[in-house]
């Protein structure tokens, strides 16, 4: 049996997609002989998402943790790996577009040694759903050309990831602005081990993207705090120039989900 998993799945108004993901997680771990436990942390949705995971709670091993005080992706992230009672943890969006099946594989890749595993659109044997735009590709293409430059991987915007509680704990005091949570556990916890495991990036299954120009400026500004963490300050201030242009060329992004 291999080390038990925690995954945890930020929320908010995500009620219609919370028991095909459990199910199919489960499913996924039970394929694989893994255990674990699924950690939701949900902003205060109000929309039903608390009584799902209470009758999911009888059959499978997860939690549900309600935030009435804070907000925001990035926090709610950094709630559920403070909380997570497993040393490997996966992080997750509940909108089903990171594929369940994948977990077992990102797991595999932390217990083989790497210090994150990237569930990722850009390597060999991964895909884009069908239906994105040649514009919204564009758009994430644009969105993840300086972030590579933090840490010298293909998909840096993933937000699909495991990683271990050593890790975690290696990034220190995180500073979150936003939705990218994983690049700045990257880039602090200054990770030379990162595995990028092939996946199929799906549509939405239901619910609305979060995403609008005030979260793609608050992007650029994560951006460029990174850079400056990474690279001091002559560096830092090329990034904000170009964090000012990732911004604007959000404006017309907004429609879509997260790069």
Known sequence: ??????????????????????????????????????????????????????????????????????????????CGLERARHDIMVIMDADLQHPPESVPALVEGIVRGAEMAIGSRYVPGAGI??????????????????????????????????????????????HPIGYKIVLELAVKSRCDRIAEVPITFAGRAAGASKLSLREQWRYARHLARLYWFRFSVPIAVLAATGAVLIAWAGRTFVRGDAP
């Open 1 to 78: 049996m291999m080390t038990p998993v925690s995954i945890i799945v930020p929320t908010y108004h995500e009620s219609p997609n919370i028991e095909a993901l459990a199910r199919r997680v489960f499913a996924a771990l039970d394929a694989a002989r893994m255990t674990g436990e699924i950690i939701f942390v949900d902003d205060d949705s109000r929309d039903g998402t608390a009584e799902i995971v209470r009758r999911l709670a009888s059959e499978y091993s997860v939690r549900l943790l309600v935030r009435t005080e804070e907000r925001g992706l990035a926090s709610a992230v950094v």
């Open 129 to 174: 759903d069908a239906e994105w735009s040649w514009f919204r590709r564009l758009n994430s293409f644009v969105a993840t050309v300086p972030a590579r430059m933090l840490v010298g991987v293909r998909d840096p915007m993933s937000g699909f990831c495991a990683m271990s509680r050593e890790t975690f704990h290696r990034a220190g005091r995180l």
